[in-house]
């Protein structure tokens, strides 16, 4: 059974900082990566897709990277923001396209 | 192209009564998902929809819920008989293939059940 496990649970960083959300996951077997952001009350947002043929993907200051032979992921957030504060979920998709998520990293950026 | 609308928003409903939540997925997406946020915890898979038809139903519980998408019309998220512990966000997404598939998979802004 595929479990995701994001570390850590909660981060807090002063602006300009660069940092890195990880997240692991038990099972190799699956399809695609996928990093979202949750702002509180609101939906989840698609920040990056790895598929599993792939091993890192960038958009702007995000970067993210997947080993899974090693059974990891990380997000790497360059020069970070307060409108960067939000929680940041790690999905792992299952065989019928489910995701399987991670209970999420709550960041906070000071200014 | 709007994205993937949730109604209602917010539902509160007193134990024993029932809550139907609705999802209209992107317009050309004909694969949908349910996933629940309990207070606390990451977001559980629930159900799997395809149109008129229920692909994996392996994260419903057995009792007292049920989804549905028909031809015509949103998919339908059902609880009957509410009680304290379905409190939670109700969240639907869809993609137009199934599954991700190298396709992000686009999430509605949720439905947040109170029972009373």
């Known amino acids: 059974k595929q479990e995701v496990t994001q570390i850590p649970a909660a981060l807090s960083v002063p602006e300009g900082e660069n940092l890195v959300l990880n997240c692991s996951f038990t099972d190799s077997a699956i399809y695609n990566l996928q990093w979202f952001r949750q702002d509180p009350g609101k939906g989840l947002t698609s920040l990056l897709l790895?598929?599993?043929?792939?091993r890192e993907q960038t958009s702007g200051r995000l970067n993210a990277s997947l080993d899974k032979s090693s059974g990891r992921s990380t997000l790497y957030i360059a020069a970070s923001q307060p409108g960067d504060s939000a929680t940041y979920l790690c999905?792992?998709?299952?065989?019928?396209?489910?995701?399987?998520f991670g209970k999420g990293t709550k960041l906070s950026v000071k200014p | 192209n709007a994205g993937v609308m949730q109604n209602p928003r917010h539902l509160v409903r007193r134990r024993g009564q029932e809550a139907r939540l609705r999802c209209s997925p992107m317009k050309g997406h004909s694969h949908v998902y349910w996933y629940r946020q309990l207070p606390e915890e990451g977001l559980k898979f629930m159900v799997y929809l395809q149109k008129e038809n229920i692909i994996d139903e392996s994260g419903m519980p057995k009792e007292r819920f049920s989804a549905e998408f028909p031809k015509e019309g949103p998919s339908i998220l059902r609880i009957q008989q509410v009680v304290r512990g379905d409190s939670a966000a109700y969240f639907c997404a869809s993609s137009p293939i199934r599954g991700a598939n190298g396709n992000t998979i686009y999430f509605g802004e949720g439905s947040w059940l109170t029972v009373v």
């Open positions: 790895i598929q599993s043929s792939q």
């Open positions: 999905a792992g998709e299952g065989s019928q396209g489910n995701l399987i």
